[in-house]
Structure formats: C-alpha cells, structure tokens
C-alpha cells in the first residue's frame, strides 16, 4: 500500500525556518513528481513547488527566494526547506506524488504549519 506520511510541521514564529519531509513507501520513487502543496482555511489548495523527476523545479510566487525542494531517491524523500517564514504561510502541507505517463498520483495527510506574527 502506497504511503506518503509528512513531517516537521510546527509552530514558528514570522521569521523563522521549518524543514518538512515526505517520506513516500511502496511507490517506484524516482519515476514521480514530487510536489508540496498547502491549503489554508476557507482557501483553495495550492501548489507550493514541485520538483520533477529530472530534477527541474517550479515554485510558487509567493515563495520563490525563500522556500526550497529537494528530493533524495535513495531515500524516498522529498523535503521542503522554508525559510523567512510569514503568518500566510499558515496553512496544512500535503505532499503528492504524480507519474503522468501512468495517470497516477497519491497524496499525503498533511502537516500543520502554523507562523505566528
């Protein structure tokens, strides 16, 4: 059974830096594109940043600069380093895992960031 269970969410103050892991289970790991996504109370999900399985990144704007992923297939996880941390940055971290060729895409539970200002 494919697993995808995050961690290192918390609470931080503005300012302040959290590093989250995705450590994904039963999944052919390097063949997916990993991504970060959030969702905040009363808002849409949306992407946070992705790192394709050849290594290309996309971020979003509001985070370029300050958040970074990476991945480590020996490992079977994909981080996010987030760094200068802002109240909206407040939200619940899913990670994903996405292998377009095969139409096949798993999520994980989420994990609470909370900065405070």
């Known amino acids: 059974q494919v697993r995808l269970v995050e961690s290192g969410g918390g609470l931080v103050q503005a300012g302040g830096s959290l590093r989250l892991s995705c450590a994904a289970s039963e999944i052919n790991f390097s063949m997916y594109a990993m991504g970060w996504y959030r969702q905040a109370p009363g808002k849409q999900r949306e992407l946070v940043a992705r790192?394709?399985?050849?290594?290309?990144?996309t971020y979003a704007d509001s985070v370029k600069g300050r958040f970074t992923i990476f991945r480590d297939n020996a490992k079977n996880t994909v981080y996010l380093q987030m760094n200068s941390l802002k109240p909206e940055d407040t939200a619940v971290y899913l990670c994903?895992?996405?292998?377009?060729?095969?139409?096949?895409?798993?999520w994980g539970q989420g994990t609470q960031v909370t900065v405070s200002s």
């Open positions: 790192m394709g399985t050849g290594g290309g990144t």
């Open positions: 994903n895992a996405h292998w377009a060729l095969i139409l096949s895409e798993y």
